[in-house]
């Protein structure tokens, strides 16, 4: 399985940006969402939605009340919606996908700059 990330790009202090991740094929994850890692500092999750037992959101911190993350068509792929956004969410963003075994999958980083 696969996960393949669209969105990203660069965009000025207080744009909006979207990333979206699909699995290539269908499979029935517990979790999806996305982490970052900026230069020089840990990967971080970003946030994270229980796409098989009802949906509940987790946030990190420093996004809550700015990005929104939500599923598009079942369990197989994810919306992140980024609003507000500032030079500290520049980033590498990565999908990330759970499956109830405990398997994780990655998808490629796709990049997100914020200019101030």
């Known amino acids: 399985v696969q996960l393949q990330a669209s969105g990203g790009g660069l965009v000025e202090a207080g744009g909006s940006l979207r990333l979206s991740c699909t699995a290539s094929r269908t499979f029935n994850f517990w979790t999806m969402g996305w982490y970052r890692q900026a230069p020089g500092k840990e990967r971080e999750l970003v946030a994270s939605i229980d796409v098989a037992r009802g949906g509940s959101e987790k946030y990190a911190e420093s996004v809550k009340g700015r990005f929104t993350i939500s599923r598009e068509g079942g369990r197989n792929s994810v919306r992140l919606r980024m609003d507000s956004l500032q030079p500290e969410d520049t980033a590498v963003y990565y999908c990330?996908?759970?499956?109830?075994?405990?398997?994780?999958?990655w998808g490629e980083g796709t990049q997100v700059t914020v200019s101030s």
């Open positions: 990330h996908a759970q499956y109830y075994t405990g398997v994780e999958y």
